[in-house]
């Protein structure tokens, strides 16, 4: 007998299993399969971002995840002689998060995991091959092979979600478009870690580009350019990963190695993010580079982008069409986020000298423009998502809309300190700043809100003494919370408008004001069907 769930993921790695996750806060009856019985047990991933971590909040594990992790790493350029060339700090907290964290993968994976177990309607199951997948218009019919023998499901959506080599992307037939680098890498990762050097460094030597990275835990990772000529297999041998450690390490025996193994880099992106009611995410639908530490977090806002739009459709909330614009929105920047990986690695890998001295030239003299320098120091040189078309209002397009909402700390009414997102809730949210956003509103209007099913929020600046939260407002149900840093004030003065509409992703839907709020919503609206 043919099974029925809403959602089917293939590949419980992290990008599945935060888009399980996600299903899961949103109440979608969800099935995750993966062919591997348990987490792999050695670290693939090590940098998890602000956005990603955003998401783990938004499903109630980033606490969790960064337990084990370590918080706003620093990354550092250096030439052959040991110079620092570029030091990157990113202090700022836009989203709620710091930029840039080293974690284990594995550790990190069987939170989320684990974190399936609070849903009932998310089932899991390991050990399990995809075989064959169908779709037709009604749905899509997964045919798999796990320990209790065969079985089909039919999904009325389906997440690959499964790899570098995915199974669906070849059965779909959808090509990788992009090219494959010529030089392997040798990644080393080591237990005891001697070295006082807690961050990680992008070492431009030209004898042999090699990265050095700090992880939790007491491990380092050590990743080397393999040059032509040497055997791949050879260079994984005891004593040649002794011999390469031994040019950083005074005695490469007090490292233990916990493994070592050869990559070959890829700048690849898939044709189409999506197939009828099949959507690619994570490696599945794109491959870059490790050097900008974006793989796992361009996968991670795949998801987030995607699984609530397949909410709001298998709730009858929105139509197919909502489905279409998560390749609109996502394949562009993906492919951006491949581009800057690919950047960094040509940074850092020239092993001509005359190359390798011109590079280090530019970045010594760029350092030395303060605009530049910030523009470094702060990570602004990192492609941030901007949707121009998909789910967004339409018109000129203010600098706010289509780009993630900031996430200050705020004040309830109560007394505590929490992330704005944490009083927004999972799902749409419509914010008035010193204002209550639905003041102006007719019923017809009102009934145009209601599509969203938000939560009303007004934000107000914190002022010693006062006090705001009995505020009355047109919707009695209206959250007032005080902005505790007052961040928000010049964040809406440079849009010059009051109000937004916050998609579940923390994308501006739209920027207005409590005078025009009305027809803006009532275009949304209608954009759903």
Not at 192 to 202: G, V
Not at 410 to 437: K, M, S, Y
């Amino acid at each position: 007998m043919t099974d029925r769930v809403q959602v089917a993921i293939v590949g419980a790695g992290p990008v599945g299993a935060t888009a399980a996750n996600l299903l899961g806060t949103y109440g979608v009856t969800t099935l995750i399969i993966d062919r591997e019985p348990d987490v792999v047990g050695y670290p693939r991933a090590i940098g998890v971002d602000d956005e990603s971590l955003r998401t783990f909040q938004t499903i109630g594990l980033a606490g969790e995840v960064l337990r084990s992790a370590i918080q706003n790493v620093p990354l550092k350029f250096f030439d052959a002689s040991g110079h620092c060339l570029a030091d990157i700090r990113p202090t700022a907290q836009d989203f709620g998060w710091y930029k840039r964290n080293i974690f284990l993968q594995p550790e990190a994976e069987a939170v989320l995991r684990r974190g399936l177990r609070r849903f009932p309607h998310v089932q899991v199951m390991l050990g399990t091959e995809l075989r064959q997948i169908r779709q037709d218009a009604d749905g899509v019919t997964l045919s798999f092979v796990g320990e209790d023998g065969a079985r089909e499901v039919r999904a009325d959506y389906v997440i690959a979600a499964d790899g570098g080599r995915s199974t669906v992307r070849g059965l779909l037939g959808i090509p990788l478009e992009g090219s494959t680098h010529p030089r392997k890498w040798v990644v080393i990762d080591c237990a005891n870690d001697p070295l006082e050097a807690p961050y990680t460094a992008l070492h431009c030597d030209p004898r042999r580009p090699y990265v050095c990275a700090h992880l939790p835990d007491d491990r380092r990772r050590w990743e080397f350019m393999l040059f032509p000529g040497e055997d791949a297999g050879e260079m994984l041998a005891p004593d040649r990963v002794a011999g390469l450690l031994r040019h950083h390490l005074a005695d490469p025996g007090v490292v233990d190695v916990i493994r070592a193994r050869v990559y070959t880099h890829h700048s690849r992106i898939a044709a189409r993010f999506a197939d009828g009611r099949i959507a690619l995410a994570g490696d599945a639908a794109h491959l870059m580079p490790p050097w900008a530490g974006q793989g796992m977090n361009t996968g991670i806002r795949d998801v987030t982008n995607l699984c609530w739009k397949l909410t709001a459709i298998v709730r009858d909330q929105a139509d197919h069409s909502l489905f279409l614009t998560y390749e609109q929105e996502r394949r562009p920047h993906a492919k951006a986020m491949i581009d800057l990986s690919t950047t960094l690695g040509r940074i850092l890998s020239p092993t001509r000298r005359s190359l390798a001295h011109a590079r280090n030239w530019f970045l010594r003299a760029a350092s030395l423009a303060p605009a530049v320098k910030r523009w470094v120091l702060e990570m602004r040189f990192k492609p941030v998502p901007r949707y121009q078309a998909g789910f967004v209002a339409p018109g000129p397009h203010l600098p706010g809309v289509g780009r993630m909402f900031v996430q200050p700390r705020v004040e309830t009414g109560e007394g505590t300190h929490p992330r704005l997102d944490d009083v927004l809730g999972p799902w749409f949210a419509v914010i008035g700043f010193e204002c209550d956003p639905l003041a102006k509103l007719g019923d017809a209007e009102l009934a145009a809100v209601k599509v969203f099913r938000p939560r009303i929020v007004k934000i107000v600046e914190s002022r010693a003494g006062e006090r705001h939260h009995r505020q009355h407002c047109a919707d009695q149900d209206t959250i007032v919370v005080e902005d505790v840093h007052n961040e928000l004030r010049p964040w809406f003065q440079a849009r010059a408008r009051d109000v937004v509409v916050v998609r579940p992703d923390r994308y501006v839907a739209a920027m207005t004001t409590a005078d025009e709020l009305g027809p803006v919503v009532t275009n949304l609206a209608g954009q759903l069907y």
